[in-house]
């Protein structure tokens, strides 16, 4: 480190209150400080205001895990999701150019169209289907055009033991006091990923890549795969082993299900180029998902197997 980026902080995060930031907090704390701020204090579709947001801190590291999530929002309001996903980010990746730091960036599993049949490697083609999936498709391609040393990492399905997400909701609907089954989609199929895994991913990526160049896009996922429907199956059971009454699951098509966007039926994330190039070894969504229950409502009282 030089002297003169001694004093600079370590890492400006954006979007550090979400799911994903509040783990980075931790998983990044020893780089040094970080200067994570509000979002009420900043609007990522002001690119001035990001802009001297980035100049003022003057970090030796950017980390974007802000994003419109929004999915099915994003239909009516695609310009917003556009300028949140696909402009910001390259207004970050600009003045991460422009100061000579690294940036880390995230992507999704949604910039595919589901038509294969087989994990998407990272070089297989984007058909994105909805304004969501358009907008992040649109933010990868600004950071890895800017000359930037960055690291876009697309990952899917992500929850987390912190923050609004699928778990979440399915254990709100566990204490509700009817006992109807809850109706879940059951043919879009995915990789459930667990936010610590992505921050402890991150974490792993950046310090591999500052010395070795390898900077790029990678998917970052858990391993394995499964449907919406048997990932509440799974929540449900892992829940009831820690003591919480659960209500039954009933698996719906996506055609049954009230949505306004098109999601694709698969979308299956092929990890091997950041095991290859990191070492990083991807853990199964159902290691992934004890390990949120465990922090969320605390250690089962009866054992789970490991998956074969």
């Given amino acids: 480190m030089s002297e003169r980026s001694a004093g600079r902080p370590a890492v400006l995060l ?20 970080i200067v994570a701020p509000p979002h009420a204090e900043l609007d990522l579709a002001d690119a001035d205001a990001l802009r001297r947001t980035v100049r003022d801190v003057a970090p030796r590291a950017i980390v974007n895990a802000a994003a419109y999530t929004a999915v099915d929002q994003a239909e009516r309001e695609p310009a917003l999701a556009q300028a949140i996903n696909g402009d910001a980010p390259g207004v970050l990746a600009a003045e991460a150019a422009r100061l000579d730091v690294p940036l880390v960036h995230y992507s999704t599993d949604y910039v595919f169209d589901g038509a294969a049949r087989e994990p998407y490697a990272e070089r297989a083609a984007t058909a994105p289907l909805n304004a969501y999936g358009a907008s992040k498709l649109a933010g990868e391609r600004a950071v890895l055009s800017s000359g930037a040393r960055a690291l876009v990492l ?14 979440a909701t399915m254990l709100r609907l566990a204490q509700r006091e009817d006992a109807a089954p809850v109706r879940v989609v059951g043919d879009q199929r995915g990789a459930p990923t667990s936010s610590a895994f992505i921050a402890d ?18 998917h970052v996922a858990a391993a394995g795969a499964t449907t919406w429907c048997e990932f509440a199956r799974a929540i449900f059971a892992g829940a009831a082993r820690r003591g919480v009454r659960v209500p039954p699951v009933e698996c719906i098509t996506t055609a049954e299900y009230a949505s306004p966007t098109t999601r694709p ?18 853990e199964s969504w159902q290691s992934q998902l004890e390990r949120v229950l465990d922090a969320r409502l605390g250690p089962a009282l009866t054992l789970v197997p490991e998956p074969s």
């Fill in 14 to 33: 954006l979007g550090g209150g979400g799911q994903v930031g509040t783990e980075l907090r931790r998983a990044l704390a020893p780089r040094g400080a």
């Fill in 154 to 167: 697309r990952t899917s399905w992500v929850y987390g033991a912190h923050g609004r997400n699928f778990l």
């Fill in 265 to 282: 039926a698969y979308s299956v994330l092929d990890t091997s180029l950041a095991a290859r190039t990191f070492g990083l070894v991807a």
């Fill in 201 to 218: 991913a991150t974490a792993r990526l950046l310090q591999g890549a500052e010395p070795s160049g390898a900077w790029g896009l990678y």
